[in-house]
């Protein structure tokens, strides 16, 4: 079975330009989590939709972050104008749940770096 | 404030020996607690749950919970080399929906 796709796999961009990073996730997968990591902040949860909804957008660090699922098999993140402080790795993650599991499934992540 | 709490480390292991990786939690309703392994440079990897008091055991990796001190902890048994990684701890606080919240890791060396 496919895991959870994501592209680009590193992504370099010159500070104020527009970013889209894709999450593909894994089929069946009625929710899907958007996060990033650095070393200073480890692993944080930016936003995750249910049933292609958002459903919690309380982390995503400021308007210039946007996350888009137009359907059960797709999303983006977006981030216009990119910051060099925005480099990190962005991962996203799916999980079935019905029958009450929580478990989350990571993609490989993208590693974006702004300069 | 939700928390989970992890050791960074490094906590350095002979081959053969027991590791033991060590996580609190701040939220005493929590329910769900799961360990994820990330490699250098690749993303985490789920590899065990646990949802009730007690121990779990699959394989070599053995996870511990005890709710009311509010603790949950890893054991690998026979570690190798190839377990070097960090484990990552995360938690499902109650009424958060099915997001996880994760410690910030402990860097696991097996040495040879």
């Known amino acids: 079975d496919a895991g959870v796709i994501q592209s680009p796999r590193h992504e370099v961009t010159e500070m104020g330009q527009e970013v889209t990073l894709r999450c593909k996730p894994i089929s069946g997968h009625d929710y899907l989590f958007w996060y990033r990591q650095t070393m200073m902040r480890g692993l944080e949860l930016l936003i995750y939709f249910n049933n292609n909804v958002p459903i919690d957008d309380s982390g995503m660090p400021e308007d210039r972050f946007s996350a888009k699922m137009p359907n059960a098999s797709f999303s983006t993140l977006k981030i216009q104008p990119s910051e060099p402080r925005d480099s990190a790795v962005y991962f996203c993650?799916?999980?079935?749940?019905?029958?009450?599991?929580?478990?989350?499934?990571f993609g490989p992540g993208t590693r974006l770096t702004v300069t | 404030q939700k928390e989970v709490e992890q050791n960074s480390g490094p906590l350095s292991v002979p081959e053969g020996a027991i590791a033991s990786l060590n996580c609190t939690y701040s939220?005493?309703?929590?329910?769900?607690f799961f360990w994820y392994r990330q490699y250098s440079g690749k993303s985490p990897e789920l590899i065990m749950f646990?949802?009730?008091?007690g121990d779990k055991e699959d394989g070599r990796f053995t996870a511990q919970l005890n709710k009311a001190s509010q603790y949950v902890s890893l054991l690998i048994r026979d570690s190798q080399p190839s377990d070097s990684a960090t484990y990552l701890c995360?938690?499902?606080?109650?009424?958060?929906?099915?997001?996880?919240?994760f410690g910030k890791g402990t860097l696991l060396t097996v040495n040879p």
């Open positions: 646990i949802y009730s008091n």
């Open positions: 939220d005493r309703g929590s329910q769900s």
């Open positions: 993650a799916s999980s079935a749940t019905q029958g009450g599991g929580y478990e989350q499934y």
């Open positions: 995360a938690v499902n606080p109650p009424g958060s929906n099915y997001k996880l919240t």
